[in-house]
């Protein structure tokens, strides 16, 4: 113990029992405190490289997309514009230090698909990829500065809580604000009114998008007034915005037909894929949902997701690492279960499923309705293999309320 109060920081003085360690040199001792701050001199005088990537180890986006596909079934032109621009965000952070005078802007993306296609699903599996902070927010909550809800800053906030508020972290991380339609315009013409949770709020998410130092509330906006501001800037954050943006096709139609004119307007109208309206989505049609230009502006990249065909929806049951008939499974196993379902079941759940018309979000809630009984009384009979059969299922479903939504549809 002598020995321990004996020994001092060269730099603060303190004693090796009150740092804890002490890094011996030829002549003195320095303690952890001092060097993390002189490590902190030497990164603000440039002297050490704060990138901490090295291209050959960065993820390509061609593994980028290998490694969606084991969870995120279809959707491959989503896949591959989100992989290309991650690669490109880590390759930006990449040169922010090296003085080049061709700066890369970075490319804020939009996704456009309808319910349940795997917007989310697709933003969650990356984000276990990534080596850098990545959060999922919703757009729903936030208003206007001022008015009960969230405000655009907590955006940041969610952010700093995932890197433990470590703010050089923040700026080079990844957002995706989901529900993104949610706050279009509520009309055609500019608000005279206040349109504190749709227009308001696009308003807000300008500065963030484009890029600028921003104050963020660590603990929140208005539950703490007095906690000090942390200032985080936006410029090398990735947005990744994504919507369902219900009747958008009906934009998107519009537009075509009133360019269909003159006497090859019935072939041009024949080569129009009706069923996939949405990949003939563009910029304007998110302004005549109600996106303001200048935030369309700030995402330049826009992608639609296709809508789940029956194939998809059957892939979707079984294929994926985490699929739903295999979390069934992994259920009743941890129950001493060996839970099996015939192959007639899984087209029953895919045939309900496209009448409810909600996408893979469907498929869940009917195996549910279908597994409820199942797994409420098997915990308790010792039984150790469960087979689902059609009749079963039908059976289920006939008592479930699911089945008097689909015929009133």
């Not at 020995?3 to 011996?24: A, D, M, Q, W």
């Not at 075509?256 to 049609?285: F, R």
């Amino acid at each position: 113990m002598a020995e321990k109060t004996k020994r001092r920081c060269s730099f603060c003085g303190r004693s090796e029992s009150e740092t804890g360690v002490l890094i011996g040199g030829i002549n003195g001792y320095i303690c952890c405190s001092c060097a993390e701050q002189a490590h902190g001199i030497f990164r603000e005088e440039g002297l050490v490289e704060k990138s901490d990537f090295e291209l050959k180890e960065l993820p390509k986006p061609q593994e980028i997309k290998a490694f969606l596909d084991n969870y995120v079934i279809g959707q491959d032109e989503a896949k591959k514009v989100l992989s290309v621009s991650v690669y490109n965000h880590y390759k930006r952070l990449m040169q922010a230090d090296s003085g080049d005078e061709v700066e890369i802007e970075k490319s804020n993306i939009i996704m456009v698909g309808s319910t349940g296609t795997g917007k989310t699903l697709l933003a969650r599996t990356i984000a276990r990829l990534l080596k850098v902070p990545f959060t999922i927010v919703d757009a729903t909550v936030l208003t206007e500065a001022g008015y009960v809800g969230e405000d655009i800053e907590s955006l940041l906030t969610r952010l700093l809580q995932v890197c433990d508020y470590k703010v050089e972290e923040a700026e080079r991380g990844i957002v995706f604000i989901d529900e993104i339609d949610k706050i279009a315009r509520k009309g055609d013409n500019p608000s005279i009114t206040r349109d504190v949770s749709g227009e308001g709020v696009q308003q807000g998410l300008l500065k963030l998008l484009e890029g600028s130092v921003v104050n963020v509330p660590p603990q929140g906006g208005r539950k703490h007034p007095e906690q000090k501001m942390i200032p985080v800037n936006t410029r090398n954050i990735l947005f990744i915005c994504g919507g369902a943006f219900d009747g958008i096709e009906r934009k998107i139609a519009q537009r075509m037909n009133t360019h269909v004119v003159g006497y090859n307007s019935v072939l041009n109208t024949q080569d129009i894929d009706k069923e996939n309206i949405m990949k003939y989505i563009l910029p304007q049609d998110l302004r005549s949902f109600g996106l303001i230009p200048e935030i369309i502006g700030r995402l330049p990249v826009l992608t639609h997701l296709k809508p789940l065909d029956r194939t998809a929806l059957r892939n979707i049951l079984t294929e994926p690492k985490n699929s739903i008939i295999k979390q069934y499974m992994k259920l009743m196993e941890m129950d001493g279960v060996k839970l099996t379902f015939d192959d007639d079941v899984l087209e029953y759940i895919v045939d309900t499923a496209l009448e409810y018309k909600l996408g893979a979000r469907g498929l869940r809630s009917i195996v549910e309705s279908i597994m409820v009984d199942k797994m409420f009384e098997i915990p308790s009979d010792g039984t150790t293999e469960c087979r689902i059969t059609k009749e079963y299922a039908m059976q289920q479903l006939s008592k479930n309320a699911l089945t008097t939504l689909a015929s009133e549809q």
